[in-house]
């Protein structure tokens, strides 16, 4: 993956922490976007982590979708690509 050699690209960068998009994860992903205008690529690990908690008393398909809304106005906006990934938990069966 990274070529003759194990070093990883000068520009790399890794951030392993990020606040929910509505508490200023937007603000964080936009700055950084904005100090490294050469970016193409914006992964997010998990998707869950950045689009907060979903209040009670409202749907989960409508906060991701609001939270994926903002994401792509950012994508949009820099014209990077924006991977997300999503876990989806799965219990084991079980057998009577």
């Known amino acids: 993956m990274l070529g003759p050699t194990t070093e990883p690209p000068p520009d790399l960068t890794v951030v392993t ?8 994860g937007d603000a964080r992903i936009t700055g950084w976007l904005d100090r490294l205008p050469n970016a193409r690529l ?27 809304s903002r ?5 949009d906006a820099y ?11 799965s219990r084991a069966a079980t057998t009577s």
């Open 42 to 68: 914006v992964v997010i690990d998990v998707f869950a982590r950045v689009r907060g908690a979903t209040p009670k008393g409202t749907s989960a398909y409508a906060d991701d979708y609001a939270a994926v």
């Open 79 to 89: 014209g990077v690509a924006v991977l997300l990934v999503i876990t989806c938990a």
């Open 17 to 24: 922490a990020c606040e929910p998009l509505p508490q200023g």
């Open 71 to 75: 994401i792509m106005r950012i994508a």
